[in-house]
T-cell receptor, first 112, second 117 residues
């Protein structure tokens, strides 16, 4: 079945540091890939997406590239801010299937 | 536009009591998802509906859990009787599905934090 493996947390970085959160997936078809973010006390919000191989999703300075050859969708940001502190979830959705398969989430804390 | 609305935001109850969680979909959406989030198990899909019809309920833990869509814009998740291990944050999410598309974005509600004593 489908699965998503994400980098274990928690991750603590200083402000303006470079961020990478690793995500790899297993899927039988041609999934769409997502990063969701959950701020304290809130529900998940879509951060970015990519729907086919080599697509790059980007939003709020975050980027992730759909790499079919390595089955990866790593999240990156060049310079993190305190406001980026949250839990980040990688997820996939098979074509034509509404079900999302989530990774375990990575808690990110940015210290000033 | 209002997002997904969940109520209550917090619920504290005693073991054995019935608990009902409520969710209002975003206007125009036709798919509804119930998730449970715990530290131990992360985010789990319990059940989802499309056009009021349950499509996949394989994540529902046991018969104590039931979910309904009495109309196209509203859903309930009921736990009867509740147990301490049901303590979690329960999220619902909605989306719009129109035929086969390459993705359907899900919009999450703020969640209901359930504590069963």
């Amino acid at each position: 079945g489908d699965s998503v493996t994400q980098m274990e947390g928690p991750v603590t970085l200083s402000e303006e540091a470079f961020l990478t959160i690793n995500c790899t997936y297993t899927a039988t078809g041609y999934p769409s890939l997502f990063w969701y973010v959950q701020y304290p006390g809130e529900g998940l919000q879509l951060l970015l997406k990519a729907t086919k191989a080599d697509d790059k999703g980007s939003n709020k300075g975050f980027e992730a590239t759909y790499r079919k050859e390595t089955t990866s969708f790593h999240l990156e940001k060049g310079s993190v801010q305190v406001s980026d502190s949250a839990v980040y979830f990688c997820a996939l959705q098979d074509f034509g299937n509404e079900k999302l398969t989530f990774g375990t989430g990575t808690r990110l804390t940015i210290i000033p | 536009d209002a997002g997904v609305i969940q109520s209550p935001r917090h619920e504290v109850t005693e073991m054995g009591q019935e608990v009902t969680l409520r969710c209002k979909l975003i206007s125009g959406h036709n798919s509804l998802f119930w998730y449970r989030q715990t530290m131990m198990r992360g985010l789990e899909l319990l059940i989802y509906f499309n056009n009021n019809v349950p499509i996949d309920d394989s994540g529902m833990p046991e018969d104590r859990f039931s979910a309904k869509m009495p109309n196209a814009s509203f859903s309930t998740l009921k736990i009867q009787p509740s147990e301490p291990r049901d303590s979690a944050v329960y999220f619902c999410a909605s989306s719009f599905r129109a035929g086969a598309r390459n993705y359907n974005e899900q919009f999450f509600g703020p969640g209901t934090r359930l504590t069963v004593l």
